[in-house]
Structures are given as C-alpha cells and as structure tokens.
C-alpha cells in the first residue's frame, strides 16, 4: 500500500514533525491540507504555510495552506471543510500540532497551562471529530496522533505534571477512539525514542542541543510506515525506531544530527 492519492489533514505541518510527515507522503503523490497558525516568517520559528506548501509539491505531492488555530473549533471546522472539498475527502488525519512547557506547577503559568489543553488535549479532540464524518466515507481511514505511550510511572509526572497530562491525553484519545472505531477507522499514536530537532528543543535547550538529536524526517518515515497499514492495525502505541525496526531498517545513522553523538533519550520513556 502507498499514499498516492490519499489525502491527509495534518495539524502543525508548517516546520518539524508535521513537515516530515508531510513530506514522506508527498513522495507517493498524497494531497496534504498544512493546517497551521504560521502565514508569515516569524523572527524565532522557521517555515510558514506557504513554505511547506512549496516544498510539498517539489516533493512531489499536492499542497494546501490552510491557516488555522486549532484551539478555535470554528476554525478546525472551517480548515476541514476547505481540506474535504478541495480534495473531495479526507482519509487521513494527523494530530501533530502541540505546546509544551516542562516546568513544576509554581513555574507553568496559567496561561501556558491553557494553552497545553487547548492545543495538546482539547485542539486534538476538535481536530478529530471534525475529520470523522469524512473518514468514515474513505477507505482505509487512519487517525495518528503524535502522543506517548501511557505509563503512570510518577516521574513523568513530577517534573511537568501539566505537560504530561496534556500529552497523555492525546493518548487517552487514541485508546478510546480505537475501540469507539474499530473496524471502521485505525488509530495509533507514535512517539520519537529519541529527541528531535525541531524548534521546539531550541526553545527549551538551545540550538547546541541538537547535537543529541535525531532528525525529524525518521518521523515522517515512521508514520508512513503506519499509516500504509490496514484497518486492523490500530489501538497501538508507537515509537519511531520500534516502527522502522519491524519493517527492516537496521542503519539509524542516516537520521543522526550530529552521527556519533550520544542521543538524548525523549521524555515518558523507560530505559
């Protein structure tokens, strides 16, 4: 199975992650609606839209820029019906975009607080429901969101209890759903086993900090990996390397920033 044809609704695509994502499927001929805040340069996070619309059709693939705040629902539904009649459907959708703060309770404000459920937990809701109706009209439908695995071990707690309730509830989503859609509409989470080079860790930790990294595009073939699967493969809690390991990749170097290294391993992960 490929991508060519499919069309997919991918929130957060204008940089990272969603980008590579993005990418991977526009090399098999997909349509991807970019639903994203960024419409111009912004002075501290690459891309736009615009500039991932580009590249996605020298990829190869179709390209529609869709500016959207996913934490307005008026918005999501307005970015999905643009995405379902340009495309004459929807049969993918991926739950990428998201914010993020690791700090202790005393240290995350109450607006970064909203804004972690707004976009994290609430926005991917949103995002979802609105692309249901389309995904139950398409073949091989598929929901992925971008969310650990569940694991209550409280140190993933302790540090940045907001954060992580708000990304385990994008996981919570992916539990629930499976079962409310089985046979109807896959749905997986996945997961970087590492970190990855995104503007994200350059908030957090400073460019210098890409030296640990891993690309982003081992995500994208990682999703691509998932997203070819059947109806069957769903309710299932992923990571990039366990992914790209089961269908043969051995050689990891080609996704290392830095190759030689040492990699930093991601967040909700046991050793």
């Known amino acids: 199975m490929t991508l060519e044809g499919r069309s997919l609704f991918i929130t957060g695509a204008s940089r990272g ?3 590579a994502i993005a990418l991977r499927a526009a090399r098999d001929g997909a349509r991807i609606a970019i639903a994203a805040k960024t419409i111009a340069p912004h002075p501290k996070l690459p891309g736009t839209i615009h500039s991932a619309a580009e590249a996605i059709r020298d990829a190869g ?3 529609l820029p869709i500016a959207c705040d996913i934490r307005f629902a008026d918005q999501v539904e307005a970015a ?3 995405a379902a009649s340009t495309f004459g459907g929807i049969d993918i959708c991926v739950n990428n975009a998201s914010a993020i703060s690791v700090t202790p309770t005393l240290q995350t404000s109450i607006k970064a607080f909203d804004l972690m459920q707004q976009i994290n937990s609430r926005g991917t809701w949103v995002t979802t429901r609105a692309c249901l109706p389309h995904l139950l009209n398409a073949e091989r439908p598929h929901i992925l969101n971008i969310s650990p695995p569940l694991n209550m ?8 209890t907001a954060y992580s309730m708000s990304k385990y509830d994008m996981s919570l989503q992916v539990l ?15 997961w970087p086993e590492t970190l990855i080079a995104t503007a994200a860790i350059v908030m957090l930790r400073g460019e210098s900090a890409f030296r640990h990294c891993r690309k982003p595009e081992i995500m994208g073939d990682a999703a691509y990996e998932i997203l070819t699967q059947g109806l069957d493969f769903t309710g299932r809690f992923l990571r990039d390397e366990q992914v790209l390991r089961h269908s043969g990749l051995t050689d990891f170097d080609r ?10 391993r991601d967040l909700f992960l046991d050793d």
């Open 176 to 190: 629930g759903l499976a079962e409310e859609l089985k046979g109807k509409v896959a749905v997986n989470a996945l």
């Open 61 to 63: 693939g179709e390209a």
């Open 80 to 82: 999905v019906a643009q």
């Open 255 to 264: 996704y290392a920033y830095e190759p030689g290294a040492r990699l930093q």
């Open 17 to 19: 992650i969603g980008l």
């Open 153 to 160: 071990d409280p140190r993933w707690f302790g540090p940045h």
